[in-house]
């Protein structure tokens, strides 16, 4: 299933992509794909009463109808930095030998065609395409990563939007740079595991005005989405609904020689195989 949230910001409705022009409406059976949703189990049977609407001829065109990031506000956000080996090539740092770990605020979800808006005083405002990854149950000590796919609800495409000069120039913690309004747009849909015939190749990509600036590949993962689950079950609880962000592939603004960052007008389109596109208009700070 490929599960999409459909709406004014703030005003989503639940629904299962058809295909390219049509959707089932679900908010009778769930108000939102939220925790709840999720640790209830509604997943199981979806499916079905999916396939039933369809045959019946229940399914509604999209239209202009915006749409929302597929998960509502997650219980966090958590993120992977320099998972390509190379992306860490082209940021001046080695692999680590084990995930790096940081944060963004819950509140950077938008959806993937809103605005992204330039924090004020920000000068290196970056892009990063990432495969995200979709708690489905409630994880605490996994013991191996194949048990951490029972606890996956599915993945998405995310922007792992970043200011680099707060991120790196300002001390600290990276989730300064990283957690700005706007700075995280998710989807267009969460794809469940069956969607996809292996997650550890899809292909990636990301433009700017046009312009190629991010080709890869998931293969090139130094830590693959069930490690990830599993290590980070050994330090905190995931809760369902929980986004993981896992890194992203080279050809960032960072890492352009001279550095290249983005402007307010600027646009950005990019995509992951299976997972559909995203294009956001980087718009003036408040």
């Known amino acids: ?36 949703f999720f640790a209830g189990g509604g997943m199981l049977g979806l499916a079905a009463v999916v396939a039933g609407r369809v045959a019946a001829g229940a399914v509604h065109p999209f239209g202009d109808l915006r749409i929302g990031a597929p998960i509502a506000r997650p219980h966090q956000i958590l993120c992977i930095g320099l998972n390509y080996s190379d992306h860490a090539a082209e940021s001046g740092m080695p692999v680590p030998d084990e995930p790096i770990l940081f944060t963004k605020s819950p509140n950077t ?22 495969l995200g990854i979709v708690i489905g149950t409630r ?22 939007v970043s200011e680099r000069a707060f991120q790196i120039e300002r001390g600290g ?21 069956d969607e996809l015939d292996d997650v550890m190749n899809l292909g990636m990509w990301l433009d700017v005005n046009g312009e190629r600036r991010q080709t890869g590949t998931t293969s090139t993962m130094v830590f693959d989405p069930w490690f990830i689950v599993r290590y980070l079950s050994q330090f905190l609880v995931l ?28 646009v950005m389109r990019l995509g992951i195989d299976g997972l559909g596109e995203q294009q956001q208009t980087v718009i003036s700070p408040r």
């Open 1 to 36: 299933m490929k599960l999409m949230r459909l709406g004014p910001a703030g005003h989503e409705k639940p629904a299962v992509r058809v295909d390219e022009k049509t959707y089932v409406d679900v908010s009778d059976i769930t108000p939102d794909f939220d925790e709840r």
């Open 109 to 130: 979800l938008v959806g993937p065609n809103d605005d992204v808006r330039m924090p004020r005083g920000a000068t290196k405002l970056d892009w990063e395409v990432e």
């Open 139 to 160: 994880t605490s000590y996994l013991d191996s990563p194949e048990q951490a796919r029972d606890h996956i609800a599915g993945y998405v495409v995310a922007n792992d």
């Open 173 to 193: 913690q990276w989730s300064k740079g990283k957690s700005a309004e706007t700075f995280n747009p998710t989807g267009p849909w969460l794809a469940t595991p």
């Open 239 to 266: 809760e369902p609904g929980d986004l993981i962000n896992t890194g992203t592939p080279p050809g960032v603004g960072l890492g352009m020689t001279p550095p290249t960052y983005l402007q307010v007008g600027d």
